[in-house]
């Protein structure tokens, strides 16, 4: 699905990813680690094309992406989430859903005049997809809320939900777990191994809370000072040496240990 071949990208004298490949299988769900700083967020950065790379190259199914803009990669079936979520506060969760899919025909005044049956009948095929999806994600008691008013994990599971709105190919989900206590964070893991299954997504997740890895991820990608370290299981990654030293004793090494 996203094929990545020695891309850096500098700001400065600083190169934040160096000269990094990997692949993301069609169909998986794949597990992006490492330390604070190890380059994730700013791979995810070039690849959903928020940032220009400095060279290498990023292909999706086959197609050189590079250097597309965000709006062209979302036409081809690209999404992200983000650490902190970007919800339109003052709508409810039914609303935010509905601003998503693309080229709705009451977008254009001509046809809100001239064509009100058919932008009627979008609104309204718009808002049964809306519904699907809250129905599906399990927040039918917040469908009417407004979205600055969820705690962070149900925006999460909002920001989630936007994916669900059009025909996305491949999710890149930037620490999904940050803030969001247990018991929706499982709903989010569920969540997001039935679409996988279900609904044949392909998923990247950044995420530093390793059971949430252990229950989605395989293959696992680690990152370090920019570049990609190590690949595989994530048993295999915690038996890693250059993995554990990466690490400098925190977090993996000590449940490597354990």
């Not at 199914?61 to 965000?70: H, K, M, Q, R, S």
Request: proline content about 3%.
């Amino acid at each position: 699905m996203i094929r990545v071949e020695q891309l850096t990208k500098r700001f400065g004298g600083l190169a934040a990813v160096n000269n990094a490949s990997l692949h993301i299988a069609d169909g998986s769900i794949t597990g992006l680690i490492g330390p604070n700083g190890a380059g994730k967020t700013t791979l995810f950065n070039v690849i959903a094309g928020v940032h220009a790379p400095t060279s290498g190259k990023v292909w999706l199914d086959g197609e050189d992406i590079t250097g597309l803009p965000p709006h062209e990669l979302f036409h081809k079936g690209m999404l992200r989430t983000f650490q902190i979520a970007h919800e339109f506060s003052s709508l409810t969760v039914r609303e935010n859903l509905m601003m998503v899919p693309p080229d709705q025909s009451g977008e254009t005044l001509k046809d809100v005049w001239f064509r009100g049956k058919q932008v009627r009948e979008r609104e309204r095929q718009v808002k049964e997809k809306a519904d699907e999806v809250i129905e599906f994600l399990e927040i039918t008691h917040v469908a009417d809320e407004l979205a600055g008013n969820l705690s962070g994990g149900q925006k999460k599971l909002l920001e989630l939900g936007r994916t669900m709105m059009v025909d996305a190919k491949i999710v890149f989900l930037d620490e999904v777990g940050a803030g969001v206590n247990r018991t929706l964070l499982n709903t989010i893991g569920d969540a997001i191994i039935r679409l996988n299954k279900e609904r044949g997504y392909t998923f990247c997740v950044i995420e530093h809370d390793m059971d949430f890895i252990d229950k989605l991820c395989d293959p696992v990608i680690v990152m370090a000072e920019g570049t990609v370290l190590a690949e595989g299981t994530l048993a295999e990654i915690k038996a890693n040496e250059q993995v554990i030293e990466a690490y400098l004793g925190t977090g993996l090494k000590n449940k490597a240990a354990s």
